[in-house]
Structure formats: structure tokens, C-alpha cells
């Protein structure tokens, strides 16, 4: 009987201890399987996907040494603190921080580039767009390991919706910057604020007024088309503007289409749109305001627009800083005026 009771006895302490292995395993099992799991997801939150104007790029969050060539990208930068390596100077606004700082290498301008300075950078991320666009493919061979992304946006005379391009373009492009620097919110609000902006332009436009987009460059005055074109063009589709003038030739070229002020004039615009090319331009010193020119053109002086002041310039800095701050700010000045 005793050795019975002893045989029980040890029998459920064997079981026991069998349970116990099985429970530590187990146990084990599951924090290495938790471990792995953070580390994966460790990992993965090291880079983000961006879709950009030729497909879907990874690109690692928060980059070391980023160039940045993209107009439409650098007052978003610099608002969010981003460093920069390399940028092309002579095509930024004069008080841009990166323009000033003599740490940040200067490619140069479109025209005439010294892409060795990207090289030069050693980058992580490469922002390309606008006015380097054809650069695209240059430049991923130069920094074939860096991430390269292309931003740009088509508002050429070809696009079948220039104005919607833009806007998607520039809410697009502000989302993914967030994603790439981590500032997700203050991405998501510029483009809350800039949804709002065009909503409230929109509806202080009466549907009648003639609009006339204008570009003064070097003392001219030079039509800008509506619909292709910086600027003014998209806008025309953006808001639905009735333009006071349409000619069956346009282009995107930056100093506004071959027409003539006499043509300007005797469309008799109820409102005109300024872009001031030559304010922007940090190595014009001597260029004339374009509100000078036009308040002192003979041929515009009694048309609607000026004789009623209803005259919006836009920012100063447009021509070479077509940011998403930018054009909010132009659509506040929009619908200001527009209400009055």
C-alpha cells in the first residue's frame, strides 16, 4: 500500500512538472514572437512608400543630407525645420534660410547645373521637380543608391486638367513630404487650409466678371492663357474664371504669350491678375514694379480693371516659390478682393 501511495505521489508531481515546461515554453514562445514583432515593426516605420510622378518609391523617414530642387517644396521645408545639404540657389527666393546659409551647397541654376554637387552631398533623399524634372533620370545615376523622388506636376498646354493637377499636386506632394519628415499633422492641416482657401475663392467669384492673368517680366506685359501656363493659367479651371481674352496658341513660357497690350486693352477685363516674374528674382536689382508698369501703360489706363483698381498681384516671391504657402496665401488675397 505504501509503495502504491508513493508511485501515485510521484506520478502527479512528473505531471506537474510537465505542465510547468509546457507553460514556460509557451511563455517564452510568445515574448520572443512579441520581440520579433517590434522589431519588424521597427523596421518597417524606417522607411515610407511615396508615389511620385513615375511610380512608388521607398524612401527612408527623417533622410540624412537631402537635396531638394523642387520650388514648390522649399518654404515647406524650411517651415518644418528640415536641413538641407544642396539646393539651386539662384532659383530661390532671396530670404529663403537655405539661401543664406553657406553650409548648404548651391547646384546651381536649371540652365546650366552642377549635378556633381548632389554627388558631392552624398544623399539620402533627392527631391526633384518643376524645373529639374528632366533631370530625373540624370540624377539616379548619379546617386544610384540614394532614393530619388520626382514631385513634379503637369500644367503644360498638353495636360488635360492643368488646374485640378495643381491642386492635387501640391495636397499630394505636402502629404508625402509629411510622411518623409514625420510632420504628418502639420502636413494634413496646410492642406485642410488650402481646401478651405479654395472653397472661399471660389464662392466670392460671381461667375461673370472677365478675368485677365498677366506676367510683367524685364518692363513687358505678357498675356498669360488661361487654363496651361504657371500660375494663372490653372486657376481658370480651378475657379471656372470667364477670361476676357482666349487665343487658339498658347504656351507655359514664363514671360506670359505673344500678345500685345493693345490686345489686352481692348478686351476690357473687369479684373486683372498680376505675376511679377521680376520680384522674385534676387539678381534683378534694377527692375521695375510691376504695378508701376502698369499704372503707367497708356494702353491700359481706361480699362475696367485699373480704372477700378480691382487689380490682385500675387505674392512676390511667386515666380520662384510656388509653394502650397504660396498659393494659399494667393487664394486669401483672391478672395478678399473678389468679395469687395
Not at 506676367?215 to 493659367?233: H, L, T
Amino acid at each position: 500500500m505504501r509503495k502504491s501511495k508513493f508511485f501515485k505521489f510521484t506520478a502527479i508531481i512528473a505531471i506537474f512538472a510537465l505542465l510547468f515546461t509546457a507553460c514556460s515554453n509557451s511563455s517564452n514562445e510568445t515574448a520572443e514572437s512579441e520581440t520579433n514583432e517590434q522589431v519588424n515593426t521597427s523596421t518597417e516605420a524606417l522607411t515610407v512608400e511615396i508615389t511620385d510622378a513615375h511610380g512608388t518609391v521607398t524612401v527612408p523617414v527623417n533622410p540624412k543630407n537631402v537635396v531638394a530642387l523642387d520650388n514648390r517644396t522649399f518654404e515647406t521645408l524650411a517651415d518644418w525645420g528640415v536641413e538641407l545639404a544642396a539646393v539651386p540657389k539662384g532659383v530661390m527666393p532671396a530670404d529663403s534660410p537655405y539661401v543664406s546659409d553657406e553650409s548648404v551647397l548651391d547646384i546651381g541654376n536649371h540652365r546650366e547645373p552642377n549635378l556633381e554637387m548632389i554627388a558631392a552631398a552624398d544623399p539620402e533623399l533627392v527631391i526633384v521637380g518643376q524645373r529639374f524634372a528632366s533631370f530625373y533620370e540624370d540624377i539616379k545615376e548619379l546617386v544610384p543608391n540614394a532614393a530619388v523622388i520626382d514631385l513634379n506636376v503637369d500644367v503644360s498646354e498638353e495636360a488635360d486638367t492643368p488646374g485640378q493637377n495643381l491642386v492635387n499636386g501640391l495636397k499630394d506632394s505636402t502629404i508625402a513630404l509629411g510622411k518623409i519628415f514625420d510632420k504628418k499633422e502639420e502636413a494634413e492641416k496646410l492642406v485642410a487650409d488650402f481646401d478651405k482657401a479654395i472653397e472661399d475663392a471660389k464662392s466670392t467669384y460671381n461667375g461673370t466678371d472677365t478675368i485677365m492673368g498677366i506676367v510683367v517680366s524685364g518692363g513687358d506685359i505678357g498675356f498669360s492663357a488661361p487654363s496651361s501656363g504657371r500660375v494663372w493659367g490653372p486657376m481658370y479651371d480651378i475657379f471656372e474664371w470667364t477670361p476676357a481674352l482666349e487665343i487658339d496658341s498658347t504656351s507655359s513660357d514664363h514671360q506670359g504669350d505673344d500678345v500685345s497690350v493693345e490686345a489686352i486693352a481692348q478686351s476690357n477685363p473687369d479684373w486683372i491678375f498680376v505675376l511679377d516674374r521680376d520680384a522674385s528674382v534676387s539678381s534683378t536689382t534694377d527692375a521695375v514694379p510691376a504695378q508701376d508698369v502698369i499704372d503707367n501703360s497708356p494702353a491700359l489706363k481706361n480699362i475696367t480693371a485699373v480704372t477700378e483698381r480691382k487689380i490682385v498681384y500675387a505674392p512676390e516671391d511667386t515666380y520662384t516659390n510656388e509653394s502650397i504657402q504660396t498659393y494659399l496665401e494667393l487664394f486669401k488675397d483672391l478672395a478678399s478682393a473678389l468679395a469687395k
